[in-house]
């Protein structure tokens, strides 16, 4: 019987292979890599976990009146879009999916500019617009990409899309992200800050028949200090990294053996949201698995990952930045998947990011679950601490999943509403306005939404 793990069950090694292949593929085309991108102050959105830990979605509400959809929370892209009911319906990805419907909104803008999303399982393509967008208690207008023609599965339900939470300099469209436009608006948050908890299913006793169970929450503007104990970690991301949420990998051990890591940039890592497992170098990738008796390279659909004994518990530390603090990887998500009685697929796969602005190493959710990760625009910074025995005790209990969030909302006017600022290094400024070029492709992978839906 194969044990419930880190992505959906699978009957057969094939359809693990299938997933698997699928998977980093989607994480090396997301950064580019090549294979072998009353006021209120503070508010919440709570998440919901699919498939065993496979992805984390929240709800968002666009237009006016304002409509719900569920959408990946993704820090480790920049875009917002929804699957859009425009377009040719022949071949639009409608198969159950809430489709954003742009003639029932009275607040609709058509841009006029079209683009292209790019995946390795297909492709999606639309126009940018604009419209009213409510996200954890705030409303803004907002420009997101309508997705109107798919490739075959490339979008299934119940999600309808993607917002980005990374920074506006790595976004296709150009547009500022919802939450930077409130970091960056006087007054609109009472930190420029925002803060993720995850659940843990991959190693419940039981199984929602929906394969959906509550996936923890998002603030925005505050932390939750229930959701954790101690002291938040704070490290900065580093001078010169591109716009998303790097952090300096310092030390990485394995059951107690160290890893060697690269100097400087060679060892920062995107902390990514988005993303089931952890992508590294296949150097880095080789020397974890040494560490571990028994283990083996992965081949065919599995090339890129490795094997292990079940029965061998792996350990993972890390350590970021100048932080003395080390923060634990549980042996539960260390395993993707079990293929037979006695061996395991490893969460971890090799990327290769060499001629490319992305960073070495996509720490996702894999590492996530284990920690109270909050983002920082202003000093741009990011911070891990302890989950607290609240959060702790969220983890394998079934319960109702959020409802979609569509009520009183805090309407805000941007200071700015995109341009070439933006970056880590400058998210405290305000943004300048730059205008679309005609065309607009849009390269961003899920990275691993752990079902193959073909979406990212």
Same mark, same amino acid.
Not at 214 to 230: I, Q
């Given at each position: ?256 053996? /160290?890893?060697?890591?690269? +100097?400087?940039? $060679?060892?920062? !890592? &995107? @902390?990514?949201?988005? #993303?089931? *497992? ?109 989950? /607290?025995?609240?959060?702790? +005790?969220?983890? $394998?209990?079934? !319960? &109702? @999943?959020?409802?979609? #969030?569509? *009520? ?49």
């Amino acid at each position: 019987m194969l044990r419930r793990t880190n992505a959906p069950r699978f009957n057969t090694l094939e359809e693990l292979g299938s997933w698997a292949e699928s998977n980093k593929l989607r994480t090396e085309q997301k950064y580019g890599m090549k294979s072998q991108n009353a006021k209120r102050a503070s508010g919440l959105n709570l998440l919901t976990n699919l498939e065993s830990d496979s992805t984390y979605f929240g709800s968002i509400a666009i237009g006016t009146p304002p409509t719900a959809f569920n959408v990946i929370l993704d820090t480790g892209s920049s875009d917002l879009w929804l699957a859009s009911g425009s377009g040719s319906s022949s071949s639009r990805a409608s198969r159950g999916i809430a489709l954003y419907e742009p003639q029932s909104s009275s607040t609709f803008t058509n841009l006029g500019q079209e683009f292209q999303i790019q995946y390795g399982s297909g492709s999606a393509e639309g126009v940018l617009g604009s419209d009213k967008v409510q996200f954890a208690g705030f409303e803004l207008n907002q420009t997101f990409g309508l997705v109107n023609e798919t490739t075959s599965q490339l979008l299934t339900a119940p999600l309808s899309g993607l917002m980005g939470l990374a920074f506006q300099s790595i976004a296709a469209s150009g547009a500022t992200p919802f939450w930077q436009s409130l970091a960056e608006t006087s007054g609109a948050l009472d930190s420029p800050l925002f803060a993720f908890q995850l659940t843990r299913f991959t190693n419940a006793t039981s199984e929602s028949s929906t394969g959906l169970e509550p996936g923890g929450t998002f603030n925005l503007g505050a932390v939750n200090s229930s959701l954790y104990s101690g002291e938040i970690d704070f490290q900065s991301i580093p001078s010169g990294a591109p716009g998303y949420w790097i952090q300096q990998l310092s030390s990485l051990t394995v059951n107690g053996q /160290s890893i060697s890591l690269a +100097n400087g940039s $060679g060892s920062w !890592a &995107a @902390i990514d949201t988005g #993303t089931t *497992g952890v992508g590294c170098p296949a150097d880095v990738l080789e020397s974890i698995f040494a560490a571990i008796p028994g283990s083996q390279q992965g081949t065919g659909k599995l090339n890129g990952y490795y094997t292990f004994p079940c029965s061998t518990a792996v350990n993972i530390n890390v350590k970021w930045g100048s932080s003395s603090n080390t923060w634990a990887i549980s042996p539960a998500d260390f395993i993707l998947q079990q293929t037979d009685q006695n061996t395991c697929v490893g969460t971890f796969f090799a990327v290769d990011s060499s001629g490319t602005s992305a960073p070495a190493f996509i720490f996702g959710d894999t590492f996530l679950k284990n920690v109270y990760s909050v983002y920082r625009s202003s000093p741009a910074a990011v911070g891990f601490a302890t989950l /607290s025995s609240t959060s702790l +005790n969220m983890n $394998g209990v079934d !319960a &109702a @999943i959020p409802s979609p #969030t569509v *009520g009183s909302v805090v309407n805000v006017t941007p200071t700015s509403t995109g341009g070439s600022s933006g970056s880590p290094s400058s998210s405290s400024g305000a943004g300048r306005s730059t205008p679309f070029a005609p065309s607009v492709v849009l390269l961003s992978i899920l990275l691993g939404a752990g079902t193959v839906w073909g979406m990212i």
